[in-house]
Structure formats: structure tokens, C-alpha cells
């Protein structure tokens, strides 16, 4: 099996949020790739991800569906934060000059052992502590 892939937050808001169908059918696409193991995510990621449906997106989501929503993700592997993590995010920030939240994104995904990060949030085609990271829209 080759190396999983990881989804930034904006890859499962794009999955829900019908404001932007194009975007939305992409996402969708790659949220099928975590579904048979392919991706993993964080809990960050969750997080971020109930936060925006809540408080952010062109409709907001009730809580009792985004609970919904986040129990449909339960086959998904997730990576929990430990200082681990949280050291190599400053160490992210220092090396490449992003924003921590973004460093907490690499450093759970370069410890998963992933390939890639699909996001639109990180410079695509760069690579962070050997991830390649690729936006997908």
C-alpha cells in the first residue's frame, strides 16, 4: 500500500458547502479516497471543520448535523496532537514560515507517514519535512 494522503480543513468544508459546486465535486471525490483508507486527517482538522459548518459557511449547520457529519467520519484515521507534534509545528514555523495552525497540519501529516497534503492553504508544490503539498482546485 503506498503512503495515505492527508485532508487540510478547507478540502471537508468544500465537501459540505454547496456554494461552490465545482469545488464541492473535487472534494467530495478526495473525502471517498478517506472513506477506503487512502486519507487520513487530524483532530484538528475536525475541529476546524465543525467550527466553519457552525459559525462560517453560506448556511450555517445545525449542531445535531454537524455531530452527524462528524460520526460519518469515524472510519477516517485520525492523528491526535501530542507535544510531539506540537514542537514539530513550532520547528515548522521557524524552518518555513507559516503560521503554526498550518505547521500543527504538516507536522500531523508528515507523522502519519503521508505523501501529500491536499489544502489550498499551504504554497502548492512545496514540500514541508518531505510532504508535498498540492491543491486540488
Not at 45 to 60: D, G, I, M, P, Y
Amino acid at each position: 500500500m503506498s503512503a495515505p494522503d492527508f485532508l487540510d480543513t478547507n478540502i471537508l468544508v468544500y465537501a459540505y458547502d454547496i456554494a461552490d459546486p465545482q469545488k464541492q465535486a473535487i472534494a467530495q471525490e478526495l473525502v471517498r479516497k478517506a472513506f477506503a483508507g487512502e486519507v487520513v486527517i487530524s483532530s484538528q482538522v475536525l475541529a476546524e471543520f465543525a467550527a466553519t459548518l457552525l459559525h462560517k459557511v453560506s448556511r450555517a449547520v445545525s449542531p445535531a448535523d454537524v455531530v452527524a457529519l462528524l460520526d460519518t467520519f469515524a472510519p477516517i484515521k485520525v492523528i491526535l496532537p501530542d507535544e510531539g507534534i506540537v514542537r514539530r509545528a513550532v520547528e515548522a514555523r521557524a524552518a518555513y514560515g507559516i503560521h503554526f495552525y498550518d505547521g500543527m497540519i504538516v507536522a500531523a501529516a508528515e507523522r502519519a507517514g503521508c505523501e501529500r497534503i491536499w489544502t489550498e492553504d499551504l504554497n502548492a508544490g512545496q514540500k514541508y519535512f518531505g510532504v508535498l503539498v498540492e491543491n486540488p482546485f
